[in-house]
């Protein structure tokens, strides 16, 4: 097997709550439409391993990893606010995600698989010493130190999750390894107010955050000419030795808390897109995440699918229908197929630029921030 799903039931106790927009059941029914689909059946499963405090604190202050253990309300560090309520076992749960994360990045990069997933982490907004954005500890941030504690000597993050993926920037903002790219609700509009194209590294690291900050309503189209009009060439200047993806899928038109306008379709399409640049830069070796994502039955089921079966080397046909069994399970509304009907045509930036085009402003916008410091031409 090509590809390897890092899960156990025990990270869908990540759980705020019953009013909480971050509902547990996203993992849950991502797992159980994978199962039904035999996508499972295509990836080797294994359990993350027991929590390494040694590896939390590579990332997080001991004083914050206390607080989260003594699971009590602190404004200090962001915990018992509307958006990061406390709750049982905050810590065990979250410390296992970060585990699951870790232990994806050590299959890939210990060579055992060329793929490697975990759907229940992409908690990108979390903070050394602070809860955010429903994150609590930052699990990609943590695989990220992993792997340069090993020796990688070039990583490159991306993050297609409709929010700016802050904290992993903010951690190596001023580390000239680790490329972070995002591409994002502009934060004129959007949680967390960060992720502007001018913010693009530390002294010793410019050139090294890369921020597409994106209209709101822009759809399939609009969204996969900004990220073919910056991801890959960025890529190409950083030559990373692993890729590692965040894949938040609240970018999608029925998300109730943003307003980027992608189907379905257009998320899927971005996944391949990721897994040929892992393909083309890295030898293959691809890390990824799921992240937000809050139209908890009928769209982040469906998108993480498709990304397990990327993952798995091969991808669901849009047009399969889904399971009645699975859809029993959902019940009424439950989708009737793993597409939305999208058209994921769009036009290449290099073919045309439309300067009233505020997606392509956008888009001038990122290259004018980061290009010349990757030693990219403009145009």
Known sequence: MSGRLVFSEELTSYDFGRDHPMGPGRVRNTISLARRLGVLDRLEIIEPPAVDLDLLRTVHTQDYIDAVERGVDDERYGLGTSDNPTFPGMHEVTARVVMGTVEAARSVWSGEVKRASNVAGGLHHAMPDRTSGFCVYNDIAVAIRWLLAQGCERIAYV????????????????????????????????????????????????????????????????????????????????????LVTQHGCDSHRHDPLADLDLSLDGQRASYLA?????????????????????????????????????????????????????????????????????????????????????????IVATRK????ELGIPLF
């Not at 390894?177 to 949680?191: D, G, I, K, M, Q």
């Not at 900050?213 to 990373?240: S, Y």
């Not at 070796?285 to 982040?300: E, F, K, N, P, Q």
């Not at 994921?344 to 505020?358: D, G, K, L, Q, T």
């Open 369 to 372: 921030a980061v290009f010349p």
């Open 159 to 242: 993050d297609v999750d409709v929010h700016h993926g802050d904290g992993v920037q903010s951690i190596f903002w001023d580390d000239p390894r680790v490329l972070t790219v995002s591409l994002h609700e502009t934060p004129a509009c959007l949680f967390p107010g960060t992720g502007f194209p001018s913010e693009t590294g530390g002294k010793a690291a410019e050139g090294t955050a890369v921020n597409v900050a994106l209209p709101p309503g822009t759809g399939d189209a609009g969204w996969l000419r900004a990220f073919h009009a910056v991801v890959p060439e960025v890529l190409a200047a950083h030559q990373p030795q692993v």
């Open 274 to 362: 990721l897994a040929e640049l892992a393909d083309q830069h890295t030898d293959g070796r691809w890390i990824s995440v799921g992240g937000g994502g809050y139209a908890l039955l009928d769209v982040v089921p469906r998108a993480w699918t498709h990304l397990l079966a990327i993952v798995s080397g091969e991808p669901v046909d849009p047009d399969t229908p889904i399971p009645e069994a699975w859809r029993d399970e959902i019940g009424p509304g439950a989708p009737l197929t793993m597409s939305d009907g999208g058209d994921v045509a769009y036009e290449p930036f290099e073919h045309n630029f439309h300067p009233s085009s505020r997606v392509d402003q956008a």
